[in-house]
Nanobody, 118 residues
């Protein structure tokens, strides 16, 4: 059983920053990548960023490229999403996902709310 607990969400003014955390516990063997997704009210869940554990860089949605940075602390088994220059369009519930390359293993967190005021 794998548990993912997101934290760090909140209310921030436009132009501000937040850092989201996703702490994993349990049997995460077999997972080799982590990602952040988000879902705004009335919209579908969308990809934000992904990091493959063997790589040194992340992959980003065009809408957040240059503003968001995904990283991982192996020792803490935690994935982070540093979000800078936030704007109201970034308002959403942010979800953490751990998965295997094959997609056979997929785990989701419960989500954390990010609200950006103008």
């Amino acid at each position: 059983q794998v548990q993912l607990v997101e934290s760090g969400g909140g209310l921030v003014q436009a132009g501000g920053s937040l850092r989201l955390s996703c702490a994993a516990s349990g049997r995460t063997v077999g997972t080799n990548r982590a990602a952040w997704f988000r879902q705004a009210p009335g919209k579908e869940r969308e990809f934000v960023a992904e990091i493959v554990y063997s790589a040194s860089f992340g992959r980003y949605a065009d809408s957040v490229k240059g503003r968001f940075t995904i990283s991982r602390d192996n020792a803490k088994n935690t994935v982070y999403l540093q979000m800078n220059s936030l704007n109201p369009e970034d308002t959403a519930v942010y979800y953490c996902k751990l998965s295997s390359a094959s997609g056979r293993l997929v785990y989701w967190g419960q989500g954390t709310q990010v609200t950006v005021s103008s």
